[in-house]
């Protein structure tokens, strides 16, 4: 055990996965579902408001009445899906989270609402449908490596119909500018977010070349270590122009976050709509 606590107290070699699941834990995944759920935290989705806000927005910029097939990928618990099939899209979505899609599924079949859930890892999709409309929201494809980046907006450019429109968001570098490297460690006696038993974690902070950082936090029962890389790759414009330009053509809009302000040179978000061209 020792040996595995000093492997993983080095600085990770870029994109290093964790050492266990992080969306299907047991445990994490509980906390991530409440996290979800709560209207009020920043945490697994962004804060209510904001999410009606986002619905609002996605359906002035591609109204359900010209572009009604939609895919939600990382869906989650269906937050968003259920308000995009309250607006009137055709929605399915996909998670491979299964505590997510379970309640997804639950809470659609008590509110009455046909939306299709898919349990799956997105970047494994293989889907005959094509879709009019790919949402991915909250920053999730810059958990990415460059590889599994590449791969899904080639996946995600097959599955749109000629025209469909991708609606993405992601960090830039200012979301973390200044910020420095560093460790520290904690103990919970009655355990906490990471574990349901006691245990101490080391969380570190590290940065990457090319606006790439990591969130690490190493978990230390009486039993077992464990380890969670979160990566974040942060864009500027063309950074990302360049990353869908490689998967296919498409015609670009920016703005500084998936509710629909205006591109500022110093946002901390960026959103991108594609137009697929072909
Ligand atoms: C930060 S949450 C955002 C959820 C939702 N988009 C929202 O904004 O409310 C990320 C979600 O993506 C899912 N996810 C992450 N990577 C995935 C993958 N490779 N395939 C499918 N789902 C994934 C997680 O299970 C989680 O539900």
């Not at 994490?28 to 920043?42: C, D, F, P, Q």
């Not at 099939?85 to 491979?96: A, E, I, L, Q, R």
Request: glycine share 6%; net charge negative.
């Amino acid at each position: 055990m020792n040996r595995q606590l000093l492997k993983f107290m080095q600085k990770p070699q870029l994109y290093e996965p964790s050492s266990n699941k992080f969306w299907n834990d047991e445990h994490i995944s509980k906390g991530m579902l409440e996290a979800h759920l709560n209207k009020e935290w920043e945490a697994a989705t962004r804060k209510y408001d904001f999410v009606i806000n986002s619905v609002e927005w996605i359906s002035t910029i591609a109204p359900p009445s010209q572009k009604n097939k939609l895919l939600d990928l990382g869906c989650g618990p269906g937050i968003y899906a259920e308000l995009f099939k309250h607006k009137g899209y055709d929605v399915t979505g996909v998670d491979f989270s299964e505590r997510s899609i379970n309640y997804a599924i639950e809470s659609a079949k008590k509110e009455n609402l046909d939306i299709t859930y898919i349990c799956q890892d997105y970047l494994e999709l293989d889907l005959e449908e094509k879709f009019d409309l790919i949402t991915l929201i909250y920053c999730d494809f810059g958990v990415l490596s460059d590889i599994n980046r590449q791969l899904l907006l080639k996946k995600i450019y097959s599955m749109l119909k000629h025209d469909g429109v991708l609606i993405l968001d992601v960090f830039t570098p200012f979301e973390h500018e200044g910020k420095k490297e560093c460790k520290n460690w904690n103990y919970f006696s009655n355990g906490g977010f990471w574990c349901e038993k006691p245990y101490g974690c080391l969380e570190a902070f590290y940065k990457y070349e090319s606006n790439t950082i990591l969130n690490q936090s190493i978990v230390l029962t009486d039993d077992e270590v464990k380890c969670y890389n979160i990566w974040e790759h942060m864009f500027t414009c063309d950074e990302l122009l360049s990353e869908l330009k490689a998967a296919g053509n498409w015609n670009v809009e920016f703005y500084s976050n998936i509710i629909g302000e205006k591109y500022i040179n110093n946002s901390k978000t960026l959103c991108v709509v594609a137009r697929k061209e072909i």
